[in-house]
């Protein structure tokens, strides 16, 4: 895209405001919707990847050690992941600044 | 030679739909719009019309399956009415911003409760807002042209959006009329192929009816209203152009006796016929009386309205729905709103009149006029006044 999000007008729309490429949608930084993030104590993680498969936004991930981790850029921070994180490696905290 | 063929409005509609060579209908039935897509569907049941009928199980189905088959390029048909207006009203809204050009009848009638299954315009008014263009008819013949026409609107490559056409159930749908016919070929030289520009097409994937953050919503909005508003040049040039080619002419507002009177009585739908006797009546009584007749709802005419009132003094308003708790009428309201900013406006009075299906007679007229005169000399504490009611 040639223009970034800000700068596009209305007639920058396609007709029907259709999008052409797909992928579009992995821009977006729902992250910023967040009031609370998941912190992690690793110790007691069992890597069953319950987390991940419940997380609504589809964005927890193995990271390089093999511990589930949600990437930050789309976490909604709805705590779903701590809900159901039964050895309780999860802990919701308020999002500071 | 013209012929006229005495016929049902609604088979009459529904014949003008299978002269426009739709390719899918997808209806629900529901009074008092059922014989308009009972007659397409026996149409199609019995090879005369080679299009897809998709019985759905409601109306909010009948509008999805709509956007579907008018995203996939197909000439798109459908027709509802008052609770099935209200069903589908969620996919009401979608058809205008993905720009579907879905022609769909409304067979308007009251909105529950109490149930009423007969005439008023309380569903038209609850899609307003939609951001569909809106057309509506007066009797029969207006109909089947103005199906005819709402096609060629719909699919015009500048327009691109759906086009309602609204006929007042029972008193249009449900009776017999003298209408011509334009035939297969006239028709078929009016109303060119539907080329869609984007028809969905596995080799070319697009997205529609994304989610739009609030980065961009508004300028979204403003693409659809913009679209909206430059139909007008498209549906002026249509209904032109069918006036060459069959003779009968539309305007958005159209005129009766209205050059140089003083007082002018609004109406839409078809009681203005009825209205239109009385003022027949008025004037060979002496008094200085016209009639004027939306037909365009949506875009809304502002240019040709207050052209159209600009000598008179009273416009008495008919509406045939309440907006509760506020200004009176919906019709009304946008009548006042057009004028409001303007250096020399008329007064207006606004009727609200035959809901569910009460009729308004051409003496129930001539004494709303003569009411509605002298409301606008001695004024009232009425916002609005509701003719008939029992007291």
Known sequence: MAKSENELTWKD????????????????????????????????????????????????????????????????????????????????????? | MVT??????????????????????????????????????????????DAEYIPVESEHSAMSACLGSAAAGARTFTATASQGLALMNEVVYVAPPMRLPIVMAVANRSL?????????????????????????????????DNTIIAFRIAEDAKVLLPVMVHLDGFTLTHVIEPIIFPTQEAVDKYLPKNRFPLPLNPDRPVAMGEFAPPFIFTETKWAQEVALNNSKKVILKAWDEFAKAFGRKYLPVEKYHSEGAKVLILTMGSSGETASVAIDELRKEGMDVGQIRLRLWRPFPFKELREAVKDADVLIVMDRAISFGGPGGPLASEVKAAFYNQAKRPKVVNFVISLGGRDTTVSGFKEIVNKGVDIAAKGSKNEYEIYGVKE
Not at chain 1, 32 to 46: L, V
Not at chain 2, 120 to 127: A, G, P, Q, Y
């Open chain 1, 13 to 97: 729309l396609e007709i029907g405001c259709i999008v052409e490429a797909p992928g579009s949608a992995r821009r977006y930084e729902s992250g910023t919707w967040r009031s609370q993030r998941p912190t992690y104590d690793f110790t007691k993680c069992i890597k069953c990847g319950l987390c991940a498969l419940y997380c609504p936004e589809g964005c927890i991930e193995q990271n390089k050690d093999g511990y589930f981790e949600a990437d930050m850029y789309y976490c909604k921070g709805c705590g779903i992941c701590a809900r159901e994180c039964w050895p309780r490696v999860i802990t919701m905290v308020e999002e500071v600044e």
């Open chain 2, 4 to 49: 006229r063929v005495g016929v049902e409005v609604s088979i009459a509609l529904a014949d003008a739909v299978k002269l426009a060579n739709p390719d899918v209908i997808a209806a629900y039935p529901i009074t008092p719009q059922t014989h308009i897509v009972e007659h397409l569907a026996e149409l199609v049941a019995n090879g005369e019309l």
């Open chain 2, 112 to 144: 529950s409760a109490p149930l009423s299954i007969w005439p008023d315009h309380s569903d038209m008014m609850s899609v307003r807002d939609t951001g569909w263009i809106q057309i509506i008819v007066e009797n029969g013949q207006q109909a089947v």
